[in-house]
């Protein structure tokens, strides 16, 4: 098991009670939101922190 925040957990709970299709939907961005966010931030943070040569490595070893 990983240590990573879940974001994507709580709207996907909500989802379950919504009671209208607006809640629902609105409650569906949030999960996207929350999904999306991991795979915007870990590449943000993998081109400012390392060289080019490990970036590239750590860009072909997480997204093959």
Not at 12 to 31: D, G, H, K
Request: proline share 8%; aromatic share 16%.
């Amino acid at each position: 098991m990983n240590n990573y925040p879940n974001y994507h957990l709580p709207p996907r709970f909500a989802c379950s009670f919504a009671p209208n299709i607006e809640v629902f939907l609105f409650t569906r961005f949030a999960q996207a939101l929350g999904t999306c966010s991991a795979i915007v931030i870990w590449k943000a943070v993998v081109v400012s922190r390392y060289e080019r040569k490990t970036s590239k490595h750590g860009f072909a070893t997480i997204m093959p």
